[in-house]
């Protein structure tokens, strides 16, 4: 995870001092969840650590499906003759692939960065949505 304490207390100073945190641990790929049973801070390192102790298994609800749907679909940030650019909605790294692996749908499935999965079911070999998929407005 590459977060630094700066990004979180900015992400933090967003949410009144007395609210709860909420802490989940999740496999996207095959979206599944996991009940947490303790957590515990570690302060032994130069930074902050947060010991979770993982238990059972269990399928996402309705709801957290579709957040986990929503970043599924890479940003085409730019198509030329030659590369198509995206990026992951997730973490933000970007990727360039060759405009043939993308159009013979031979680009990465998750991001190699926070393991987020793609979805490009919906997009045609151009980087464009497909006829009928229709922007949120």
């Not at 996991?34 to 996402?60: A, H, R």
């Not at 999965?117 to 980087?127: A, L």
């Amino acid at each position: 995870m590459g977060i630094t304490v700066k990004q979180m207390m900015k992400y933090l100073s967003g949410y009144q001092d007395d609210a709860g945190i909420g802490t989940m641990v999740v496999d996207t790929k095959n979206r599944k969840k996991y009940q947490i049973k303790d957590g515990n801070w570690l302060d032994m390192f130069s930074y902050p650590v947060l010991v979770l102790d993982v238990g059972e298994t269990c399928n996402m609800d309705a709801a957290e499906k579709a957040v986990a749907c929503e970043c599924e679909e890479p940003e085409i940030l730019d198509v030329n003759p030659y590369v198509v650019a995206y990026r992951c909605k997730n973490c933000g790294k970007i990727r360039r692939e060759s405009r043939v692996h993308f159009a013979q749908k031979k680009c990465d499935n998750y991001c190699s960065n926070c393991g987020q999965r793609f979805n490009w079911e919906g997009i045609d070999e151009f980087g464009r949505k497909k006829e009928g998929d229709l922007d949120e407005a």
